[in-house]
């Protein structure tokens, strides 16, 4: 009927800066750390940026800006990471967007009681155990801080029961070059080795500056480590605007970007090509409450315009969705999670974390909240595949064929297709009537059945003496 066979497909995009925008805030950025620069004491970090160019007074290294620009030149513009199996399953770049949880929360809900207890290494493994059940998380966590074991080996703790109980890629924090060591060998023993390693990393490290501009010198060590060993680095900060950054959006935003900008140059100067990813944690001091919030609107909209400078830089990004200041599975929670899930998958975020466990301003996880941003995500990503258009969805011949008056249940096009819809299992979409003779559930007791049926779930075991070569390292850390 004179349709193209053609498909033609638009992906659903969200911009919050224009062209001049991005433009005035790298300019902004580069004044930032030529003109300001950052507070840096570590000996080593100090001597490799002065030796590349940097003016270094005291404590005060300021990085001029054809150091910067130098930088995100030599710096990968795609991520490739990859199971423990080997299988890659995540590339970063563009406008691509992976979801996956959070990390360092103190305390866990359980679903069966819903009493708040503190997080365990056996709460780890349930959180990593689901995370691997769950289709819309693409790599994992570490999740939370084991209150179970001495806190000197807690981080190696809680990532080693991750990696062994979540077969995705795995973002790592941990407290200093001991752990990084400690938790990339056993990344080594998990993927067959280095060489499997390097063709795709299974897992990435995650350090933070201190806002505003300051680099203690333990996050200096595990920078230099980890470009070193070819582990893949986010240098991510955490700046409230009002509180360590300025109280405007666009100010917060700079320095934020200053601020990961700067590891990027430290990183390309000890290893050019080091696989860097830009970002930061940009919220706001809620001045009713003095907190840091998880749920505000500003956070989407500063992780956006950060997501669009990395676009412009073409560097891998760390953005952040799915979390809320919420301290149950409630109304809020979800409105606060599906906004930044949209919002992240929109403008194309990149490694999207803190999706299913942030809950009550980073404090708690919840495997209840897990399972609902699943559903939020899915719902998001089944957006995000827009509206493809080819002579078999215009449907001109069914149209025609069914004619005014008659009805598409019986057809075979809508046989052949009619799965392409989303279905959910937590939603509730039927009459009242119908859901009041199922049961009459309520969103809360679907959500914890449902929770509760998906923590059955477990991987591929490790083979028995690749978990004995584990409790042999466990037993040698200091």
Known sequence: ??????????KPKLRVLSDDQIQQIHLATLDVLEHIGVKMTHKRGVEILEGAGARVKGDRVRIPSWMVEDAIRKAPPRLVLGKRTGERTVVVEADKSYFGPSLDCMDYMDPATHERIRFTTEHA???????????SFEWCM????ADDVPADVADRAVARNVMQYCEKPLVFCCKD????????????????GRENFEKAPCVVHYSEPISPLVYYDPAVDKILYSVENGIPLINFPCTSAGGSGPVTLAGTMVQASAESLSGLVLAQLVKPGAQFVYGAFTSILDMRTTIFSYGANEFSLMTAGLAQMAQYYRLPFFGTAGATDAKFCDAQAGAEATLQCFSAAAVGSGLVHDCSTWMDHGVMVSPEFMVLVNEIVDTVKHYMRGIPVTRETLALDIIEKVGPGGQYLQQKHTMQHFREMKYSQLFDHDIYGKWESSGAKRFEQRLQEITLEKMKHRPQPLAEEVVKELDRMQAAWK
């Open 1 to 10: 009927m004179g349709t193209s066979s053609k498909e033609l497909y638009f």
């Open 125 to 135: 493994k349930e959180m990593a155990a689901l995370c691997d059940g769950l289709p």
């Open 142 to 145: 570490t999740i939370g801080m």
């Open 177 to 192: 070059t001991n752990s990084v060591k400690d938790i990339h060998e056993m990344a080594l023993l998990l993927c067959g």
